[in-house]
């Protein structure tokens, strides 16, 4: 029986990592330090290590990681200003305003507060749209380390039928949009799936390219994939058994001829697209 070969990404996003450090040396040479600003609110423990590995990354490739950890009860007027400040703040090139927010504070709202200019998590109204019409600026985070990944793995999109599982702001609706670009990244027919879509096992046996961000563990199954396909596996869902995909991974990989694993596979990526973005505003930051 096959077994499919494994989509690392832990070593495409250290081959990222190495290419973002020579750009900061060069910003650093003329005298910028590419600098990142994380606010934090509450006490959410996921939230709490995703940050942290944000900061790790970010001293790796020599940029500078500011981290604001505002309480539980903080007010939508304390947290728009800490984002105003780092907007008017020269010196900080990306913003990132960690989701999710506590319940009482509009979400939507605090990320629509972020310049355009700085927002490397690509999530404003702006840059969304930018996507969507074709002409995009920071590309979300996790949907550009999709791209990347299938990319430096040699998995051509153009032509490709791409499946996605999954409807979000983070992942899905930005992921189709950007694989519908014209070019050698994009250029593919894309099918979005949801939760109120029939006949998904169908659906999904379809695709060249199946991309699950559906937050549901073990979701696609064997029966769902076509024998030969390209499997991404975005769901990140802790379970008794520790950190686990959307996809049944044993199973599946008997009958994909790639597929990422869960951890090590778009969690990495997705923390490197963010310090590229990073290093993408800090180069496009005027100089006096």
Same mark, same amino acid.
């Given at each position: 029986?096959?077994?499919?070969?494994?989509?690392?990404?832990?070593?495409?996003?250290?081959?990222?990592?190495?290419?973002?450090?020579?750009?900061?040396?060069?910003?650093?040479?003329?005298?910028?330090?590419?600098?990142?600003?994380?606010?934090?609110?509450?006490?959410?423990?996921?939230?709490?290590?995703?940050?942290?590995?944000?900061?790790?990354?970010?001293?790796?490739?020599?940029?500078?990681?500011?981290?604001?950890?505002?309480?539980?009860?903080?007010?939508?007027?304390?947290?728009?200003?800490?984002?105003?400040?780092?907007?008017?703040?020269?010196?900080?090139?990306?913003?990132?305003?960690?989701?999710? &927010?506590? +319940?009482?504070? !509009?979400?939507? =709202?605090?990320?629509?507060?972020? $310049?355009?200019?700085?927002? %490397?998590? @690509?999530?404003?109204?702006?840059?969304?749209?930018?996507?969507?019409?074709?002409?995009?600026?920071?590309?979300?985070?996790?949907?550009?380390?999709?791209?990347?990944?299938?990319?430096?793995?040699?998995?051509?999109?153009?032509?490709?039928?791409?499946?996605?599982?999954?409807?979000?702001?983070?992942?899905?609706?930005?992921?189709?949009?950007?694989?519908?670009?014209?070019?050698?990244?994009?250029?593919?027919?894309?099918?979005?799936?949801?939760?109120?879509?029939?006949?998904?096992?169908?659906?999904?046996?379809?695709?060249?390219?199946?991309?699950?961000?559906?937050?549901?563990?073990?979701?696609?199954?064997?029966?769902?994939?076509?024998?030969?396909?390209?499997?991404?596996?975005?769901?990140?869902?802790?379970?008794?058994?520790? &950190?686990? +995909?959307?996809? !049944?991974?044993? =199973?599946?990989?008997?009958?994909? $001829?790639?597929?990422?694993? %869960?951890? @090590?596979?778009?969690?990495?990526?997705?923390?490197?697209?963010?310090?590229?973005?990073?290093?993408?505003?800090?180069?496009?930051?005027?100089?006096?």
């Amino acid at each position: 029986m096959n077994s499919a070969s494994v989509i690392d990404g832990k070593l495409v996003a250290r081959q990222v990592r190495r290419e973002l450090r020579t750009r900061v040396a060069a910003l650093k040479a003329a005298g910028t330090v590419p600098k990142l600003g994380i606010v934090l609110v509450g006490d959410f423990a996921p939230s709490e290590i995703y940050v942290r590995s944000k900061e790790r990354a970010g001293a790796r490739v020599g940029i500078e990681v500011q981290t604001a950890r505002l309480g539980t009860k903080t007010s939508f007027e304390e947290l728009s200003g800490r984002i105003r400040t780092w907007n008017s703040d020269e010196t900080i090139h990306g913003i990132i305003v960690q989701m999710p &927010l506590p +319940g009482h504070l !509009d979400e939507s =709202a605090a990320l629509a507060l972020v $310049s355009p200019d700085k927002d %490397v998590d @690509g999530l404003t109204p702006t840059n969304l749209g930018r996507l969507m019409a074709g002409e995009p600026a920071f590309l979300p985070a996790t949907p550009a380390g999709i791209v990347e990944l299938l990319a430096r793995g040699g998995f051509e999109t153009a032509g490709r039928h791409v499946v996605i599982v999954g409807r979000s702001r983070l992942v899905g609706k930005p992921l189709a949009n950007l694989l519908l670009l014209k070019g050698d990244r994009g250029d593919a027919t894309v099918t979005v799936c949801h939760s109120r879509t029939p006949n998904l096992a169908e659906v999904c046996l379809g695709a060249d390219i199946l991309v699950v961000a559906a937050g549901r563990a073990g979701l696609v199954t064997s029966d769902m994939v076509r024998q030969g396909a390209v499997v991404v596996d975005v769901g990140t869902n802790r379970t008794e058994h520790g &950190l686990v +995909g959307d996809v !049944d991974f044993a =199973a599946v990989s008997t009958r994909a $001829s790639a597929i990422t694993p %869960v951890p @090590g596979g778009v969690g990495p990526m997705t923390v490197a697209m963010l310090l590229a973005n990073t290093v993408k505003a800090a180069e496009a930051a005027p100089r006096e």
